[in-house]
């Protein structure tokens, strides 16, 4: 059965402290996998995605990487306003399916 | 900026009452996906529409549960009897799909906090 994990659960950092979240997978016939930030009382909204292994994307203080089995969200120097769910999602055949995401709190 | 509207955006019952929520998606997009949120479980799908054919509902109790696309305009879910246990935020997203089987990014509606007491 398809599986998305993620790790951590939950991940707190100091302004400015870079670090990286994980999404691992196991999907037969990876389509392509998305990283979704979500917000308190909002739905998820899209940030990447990524289709083949080595390819990365970039966007502000966010850049998201693809390995065969994982991809990593790196977080370079964070701000306050980073804190949020981030979300991966693995793309099969006919389906999106989710991890439970890591909870990111950034303190001042 | 276009958007997912879902109504309603909270919704309080009685165990064994109907519910339904209903879902615009973003106008030109073909595909509708309705997935359940809950601390424990996280989100889950519950069915996928392209091109207002249902694709996949193998994540939604058949006894109770269905979902309908009457036009392109609309998605529908609802709850048959409702259960507490049926507790969650429900999300409705839409997207586009060029190659079946392929999706591009979704956009997420704001959700349906329902609450069955």
């Known amino acids: 059965e398809d599986q998305v994990t993620q790790s951590p659960e939950a991940l707190r950092l100091q302004e400015g402290e870079s670090s990286s979240l994980n999404c691992s997978y196991t999907?037969?016939?990876?389509?392509?996998l998305f990283w979704y930030r979500q917000d308190p009382g909002k739905g998820p909204e899209f940030l990447f995605t990524?289709?083949?292994a080595g390819e990365e994307k970039e966007k502000e203080r966010l850049k998201a990487t693809l390995t065969k089995k994982e991809s990593f969200l790196h977080i370079t120097a964070p701000k306050p306003e980073d804190s949020a769910t981030y979300l991966c999602a693995v793309q099969a055949w006919n389906d999106m399916r989710f991890g439970a995401g890591t909870r990111l709190t950034v303190k001042p | 900026d276009a958007r997912v509207t879902q109504t309603p955006r909270h919704k309080v019952t009685e165990m064994g009452q109907e519910v339904t929520m209903r879902c615009q998606p973003i106008l030109g997009h073909n595909t509708v996906f309705w997935y359940r949120q809950t601390m424990m479980q996280g989100l889950e799908l519950l069915a996928y529409f392209r091109n207002r054919a249902p694709l996949d509902d193998s994540g939604m109790p058949k006894d109770r549960f269905s979902a309908e696309m009457p036009d392109a305009t609309l998605a529908t879910l609802k709850i048959q009897p409702s259960e507490p246990r049926d507790s969650a935020v429900y999300f409705c997203a839409s997207g586009r799909s060029t190659t079946p089987g392929l999706n591009e990014k979704l956009f997420f509606g704001s959700g349906t906090q329902l609450s069955v007491l």
């Open positions: 990524l289709y083949s």
């Open positions: 999907v037969s016939g990876l389509r392509g």
